[in-house]
């Protein structure tokens, strides 16, 4: 089979995107946080995605240098996958990763997950000279559906969903107060919101008195790989202002409830493995390992400022 690349053409390829992973969730680390993920300004500059597409057009793999968290994300179908397409991708990345060293794009490293037990992916990985990093190594929790008891809110707050793209800044502000960083754009987060699976019912956020947003959960949901829907956590997050007042864990909890009550039979989440009190917390509501995913490195000479 003849494959090719071809440019990134903006919101019709990044559905294709999504819709190749969708079709074959079992392959792929991320599926359904992908409309979160692919909606994040790395996207804005073409360059930083490549495409791979059959004589007849349809898209076989795709590869994007996502800026925000240092990170390859790529994907390919089961046709990819037997044409080998991993070494190609990995290949284009560390070129274009090359490329954009010496810009404010650029980053000092780049990351590449893959669950633990695909080894095609990890033994591409490695030969392309990432190496396995233990410290930025994740797992992929997984809670089945089951009541979960509602978290206690301090008098005046209150769980809503987020008031649609009118109050996208002000859900900026608080995404980038609890994670510390400025990633966290409105164009990102308008983008999300306006992507076919975003359900603005799982959007949902915690208003203090007074009306400040506190923090938010948002969830997102689809097909799992044995079929039903699955539902997933992403992102999750409170304001350094309110934390230790149970706003997170009622803004789980609720989360939870409302995707379980829209037919998921499963409700997952990705983290890191050093986030210990995001760990208890999620062990406390009743999550457990599904998967481990390790997380491969390779060192470029990016700007030492890079975020």
């Not at 990170?71 to 190609?88: F, I, K, M, S």
């Not at 800044?169 to 107060?177: G, I, K, N, P, Q």
Request: aromatic share 8%; charged share 25%; hydrophobic share 45%.
């Amino acid at each position: 089979m003849r494959i090719q690349m071809r440019p990134y053409a903006g919101e019709p390829d990044r559905r294709a995107m999504v819709a190749l992973v969708r079709a074959c969730p079992e392959d792929n680390v991320h599926v359904l946080d992908l409309p979160y993920r692919l909606s994040s300004w790395a996207l804005d500059e073409a360059e930083n995605v490549g495409l791979w597409a059959d004589a007849e057009g349809r898209l076989r793999a795709w590869a994007a240098l996502q800026t925000p968290f240092w990170t390859l994300d790529y994907a390919y179908d089961a046709q990819g996958r037997e044409l080998g397409l991993g070494p190609a991708i990995l290949t284009w990345a560390i070129r274009r990763a090359t490329a954009m060293a010496a810009q404010p794009s650029g980053r000092r490293a780049w990351l590449v997950g893959a669950r633990e037990d695909q080894a095609d992916r990890l033994g591409d990985a490695q030969r392309a000279g990432f190496a396995p990093d233990p410290e930025a190594a994740q797992v992929v929790l997984a809670r089945p559906a089951a009541p979960v008891e509602p978290g206690r809110l301090p008098d005046g707050f209150q769980i809503r969903p987020l008031g649609g793209v009118a109050e996208a800044e002000a859900y900026v502000a608080l995404h980038r107060a609890a994670f510390g960083t400025a990633n966290m754009t409105p164009a990102w987060k308008t983008r999300a919101m306006r992507t076919p699976e975003y359900r603005p019912e799982i959007d949902l956020v915690v208003e203090a008195p007074g009306g400040r947003l506190a923090a938010f959960c948002v969830g997102w949901l689809g097909a799992g790989e044995a079929g039903g829907l699955v539902g997933q956590v992403e992102p999750l997050g409170v304001s350094p202002d309110f934390r230790r007042l149970g706003l997170g864990r009622a803004a789980l909890g609720e989360g939870i409830r409302r995707m379980q009550a829209l037919g998921a039979r499963e409700t997952r989440v990705q983290t890191d493995r050093y986030r210990g009190a995001a760990g208890a917390l999620y062990a406390r509501l009743g999550f457990r390992v599904a998967q481990q995913i390790v997380v491969c490195r390779r060192a470029f000479a990016g700007p030492a400022s890079a975020e």
